[in-house]
């Protein structure tokens, strides 16, 4: 590009896009570079959103998370600074001389701070499909100034929620604007400062800017400023409310301050469904109801229990006037009389509702009866290029059955085609060593071996998902390993800092694995500190079995296992969430109580003792095809975990963001 062009690009930038302090990242947004990434798409997307002629999406969500530490790495001129790296985790293990002296090394950039689990995580890998098809998307969320939390193991006596102190100014790519909107309250006015991220494509083809809200302004109140510290902490309602009212009213005052052209809203999850209402603020009553046909919302909560609701009063309180009529109009719950609830409005206002699979569309239908016939279900996926263990990577790329995969990855399925290839599933099993080496490598203080096998379960520790399920006799553990071969187990997961029951699991798993020190040479049992999408991507590229145990129906969809068998990582698995979808193609064990009937169950009732009985008797027949696969160093290249590994891998084929983006494209954001 010449000089002259670069020049035009940035002056162009700069008009589109008033960054607060330029001169501070001067050196990063030069000669047509961003951040080391092409500026031109940003120029290119942000036109695209004003543009009157587009059909542009707006997407909400109260959090992303994007991988920004392995995945389109943004590179700053100056290191980043110390808050801004992870350098390392503890482990608790059954070799505690080891855990004492040493940490698992992992240094590297934050990810940006902004999400806790599989929600945000969606949310991240549907901007970028979203990007790698092209689509005109401008994504709304919050900066989150505290992150969510920093998990710190404290002995056998569970976990230490430590606050994360990163800073924004500095984080690469993230650039704050000299734009502020304004939301009048009852009791005060919060003010907002909005910040920019943005998320590129496989191929920095495209971009999806993302606008962050920032309530942490010294003009605001000291409350106010709080508002958008630590995500999903809220000490009272009040302040919950507060949070969803940033998200949606001034998701869609930034869209405006913006002069962004929006055709369709797209609400992930019922947090953002005030923004409906500002929307709709002084239209006349045709006008409201032809407005619910460009809005979307995205159910994600099995439950009705796990609903937002809000007492009518608190909502009066702070709400001005209309708006608290307008709640009670169209958010009023139907059990609950005194009761207002963000669901309820969503499914009320967004004309295009969706759940996150089949099964929980089912569930939500039976949930929400009156709204039945417009509830579909767009089952989830993860963003393939993101979750893509680089020796698989690797593999599909010189493979040319699975040509073209990279531009679309619903091609995997093609590699059906080469199951009776000898050579192929002697490779496929190389690239599966080669990320478990990685692994072991990592841990490798704690002397893991890359021929053993090696089972993993790492998610948010909530009680419906069932955490210590593998650890409830572990006694059955050590019989496996002695009669079968040696086991290895890594367990990894955050519980919410006000989840009581969540940190008794995290505190009873510590102490299950202390006990198992005598027999720490035919079991290696561990559990690693501070979940983040960094060890996800590591174990769910570097393990032989995956464990998924929900209880059903209680798991929306799940996506971690989708992340496995995109590396040939075979699933061990209830019948739950994304799973029912692939119940039928091999890719792994399928074990534990099922869910039938039009009755949702009692998520209290966790069914511990069956369904660990089963999971033992499923591990150790996994154990056995496993060693029967590895005989003694000896690779059986037509054995059957081969199949299963091919299986799996052609099932992440469908189970993928670009399928998903592409469905929410022809399904609803481009409705005729
Ligand atoms: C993928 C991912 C999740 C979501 O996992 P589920 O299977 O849906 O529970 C949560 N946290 C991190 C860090 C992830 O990478």
Redesign the pocket.
Known sequence: MSQTLQQDLLSRFRSLVPVECFDRYASDIKDGSYFGMPLEPIVRAEERLLSKGERSVAYFSMEY?LSTNFYNVLRPTVPPDARNVTTAHHVFSNLRAIDYYVTADTDHLLDLPIFS??LG?LAGDTLKSTADLGVSLGAIGILWNKGYFKQSFWFKDGQMPEETDWDPSTFPGLVPLETRVEIPLKRETVRLKLWKYYVYSHDHRHVVPLTLLDSNLDVNSDFVRKLTGQLYRSDNNEWKLYQRLILGIGGIKALEALGYSIDLYHLNEGHAALAFLERAKGLPETDTQRLRTHFAYTCHTPVAAGHDRFSKKTVQDILPDEDYQFMKRYGADPHQPDQLNLTQLAMTTCEYVNAVAAKHGEVTRLQFPQFKERIRSITNGVHTHTWVSPSMAQLFDRTPALAGWREDPTRLKNILSLKDDTRFRGDLWEAHQVGKKRLCRTLRSWRLHHDTFTVSWA??IAAY?RPSLILQDAQRLVDIAKRVGPLQVILAGKAHPKDDLGFTYVNEMLSSIDALDKHRDLLRVMMLEN???YI?QLLTGGVDVWL?NPLPPFEA?????M?AILNGVLQMTTLDGWVVEAADQDIGWIFGWRHEGTEIGDERNLRLHEDSEELYRTLEQAAQLYYHTVDGGRFRVDSGWLDKMIHAIAAAGYFNTHRMVGEYRDLIWSRV
Do not use: E, H, L, P
């Open positions: 998370g689990g599989g995580v998610r948010r998902k979940y983040d999408t996800g998924n969809s799940g996506t971690s296992g992340k």
